[in-house]
């Protein structure tokens, strides 16, 4: 089961009610981090979703800091939560050009002797994402490994962050006022199921021979007769997608890589009417992200980084006059027919069920 | 009325129950704060207790991540609190060598302009403090103006911070694992109060004459009759004195600075027969606590930065064999006879009363 956690959903700075950017994917007992706000580490504590030994990878979209404020604080505090020194522990963390040195400054200066590895993989930004963007590197905590600089490669159309067996994870530009990156998780697809029942029926002993026409293999039977895998295995079965899209007023640079996304998670600040003023600010309309999900051939859509003054029905005391997020679901509704819900504190969605 | 409000008062890291070390001194409309966690600005939204845009003054004891983690966020929502900029509103910041160049380094990174401007005023440690602490310092905002540094005054014994019509804060070394200073805030003396009606028995007519006689001055009657101010004066009101020492494992070197507070504000983080961690760790007990407000003559006791396993009676669900900092009390007052209480987030102690 492929889930995602929402830690903080809201716009700018934290509130009570609504916590800076944050967000997890968990997938196969890893948990990946995507942003990390003022706030982050409590949030997790708060809403028990997570545990922060747990975290192994972490994802920053941009420096503005709603987004990363909280990391030295929760990279702390998984260091002492870990209580003696491990070197199995490696902490991975993805962001923009700029963010070694940040981790680097503000642990070296709270004298922080981590007891894991981190390791910091930076995301070159492209010339059109910002120019003049010149971050320094000064010396670095013991504790902190050799990460590698990430840049654009041309054909695949993304930043390659990383794999495992059972994911792949890319980055690509937004427009924002700072250099932006969404990311998306796409699992890896799933060999089509064997069936059984149909091989016995033919006569097939099991063992090995099940192996081979699973593996694709043609095989031949001692009577003579070929048996097809095509005949005897069922569909690849297509890995989900998912798409995290924080900080932007444009998102169709990453069309292509989000194509046919399972679940898009993309910001709205505000609504449609507050477009010009919105998009002045790099941020995005319900409107905006409908057009793009539909491009895209999203499945569904999970609307977050919300301006604090919608109100959210299950977390807030809403009053009459209120704005909620409401408003924000459906004026995307408008445009697109699948489902859609707007991201709260606590939201937990299962990536393979509906919203 | 001067009072004092705990934002957070655990220890190590914030919880949803006890947020990272921040406090705030209120004083004819003076928000200063000390310390500030990660997680403060939530604090005070959550609390109530001030808006944060009224805060003029942040005092940064020590340099460690749950101290000061917060401040480039509160510094980020006070400036959208604003919305338009202020060249009125100055905020002065004093912390240890090496505060500037974070702030400086998080501001510059998340392209945080400032609708408002702050300075930096960098308390240089001695020594005997630490050896070895070189913090470097690169480009500035534009928004920040120029700190001093903040040398120890050998005749004064402390180092000298700031004062206006109703204050004076000075800063005195704590032992601790990395520089660390306490912060003595002393309410300037009020003049006695003039006895108005002995005045007009003894037939001086209103006027000018009261305000020289309140001033000081000898003055003599038409009649050759000489009045002497004290007779008509009553005794100066001598100015409170709070006392705000968070981590340390050894106060001893404030004694003198802190002597006769009204109120002090010290750090325990754990109970009496975990003496030796505690120390080894840079931190005190509550017996260490005793001790020094004995020696100091405190008239009343907070206890705080609580080692987070230490439950609060007020803000936590309190389990049957949960530690709770009703030990911490008892233990203090086992050597003190004086009020005592261990702060909890939200607590406000008005200085001019009884604890």
């Known amino acids: 089961e492929m889930n995602v956690a929402f830690l903080g959903t809201g716009s700018g700075y934290p509130t009570p009610c609504r916590g800076a950017s944050a967000l997890a994917i968990r997938y196969e007992g890893d948990v990946w981090l995507i942003d990390c706000g003022e706030g982050t580490q409590t ?28 990391l030295p604080g929760l990279l702390c505090t998984i260091s002492m939560a870990l209580k003696t020194v491990s070197n199995l522990k490696l902490v991975e963390i993805y962001g923009p050009l700029g963010l070694r040195r ?32 010149k971050p ?27 794999s495992n067996k059972n994911m792949t994870v890319v980055a690509g530009g937004l427009k924002h006022r700072i250099p932006s990156f969404g990311f998306v998780f796409t699992e890896c697809d799933k060999p089509g199921k064997l069936n059984n029942a149909k091989l016995i029926e033919y006569g097939v002993p099991k063992g090995p ?70 998009i002045a600010n790099g941020h995005s309309t319900p409107a905006m992200v409908a057009q793009f999900a539909n491009a895209i051939g999203a499945q569904k859509i999970v609307l977050t980084h919300v301006s604090q003054r919608y109100k959210h029905p299950l977390t807030h005391d809403v009053e009459p006059d209120d704005q909620t997020t409401e408003i924000l679901e459906t004026e995307t509704r408008t445009d697109f027919s699948g489902p859609v819900i707007a991201a709260y504190d606590g939201l937990v969605v299962n990536v393979n069920k509906k919203v």
């Open 102 to 133: 940040f981790l680097r400054e503000a642990l070296n200066l709270s004298r922080s002797v981590l007891t894991f590895k981190y390791v910091v993989h930076e995301i070159v930004p492209n010339r059109i994402q910002y120019d003049g963007w």
């Open 209 to 278: 021979l099940f192996g081979r026409i699973k593996n694709g293999e043609e095989i031949t039977l001692e009577d003579g007769r070929i048996l097809k895998p095509e005949d005897f295995v069922g569909p690849v079965q297509s890995g989900k997608k998912v798409a995290v899209l924080q900080d932007t007023c444009d998102s169709w640079h990453m069309r292509e890589i989000c194509n046919n996304c399972t679940l898009l998670i993309h910001e709205a600040t505000n609504e449609n009417c507050q477009q010009d003023r919105c």
């Open 43 to 70: 949030q997790i504590m708060k809403l028990k979703t997570i545990r922060p030994g747990q975290i192994s990878k972490i994802f920053i979209t941009h420096l503005h800091g709603d987004h990363m404020f909280g």
């Open 136 to 162: 320094g590197d000064p010396d670095w905590n013991i504790e902190e490994g050799f990460g590698h600089a990430i840049f654009y490669d041309e054909v695949m159309k993304c930043w390659p962050l990383c």
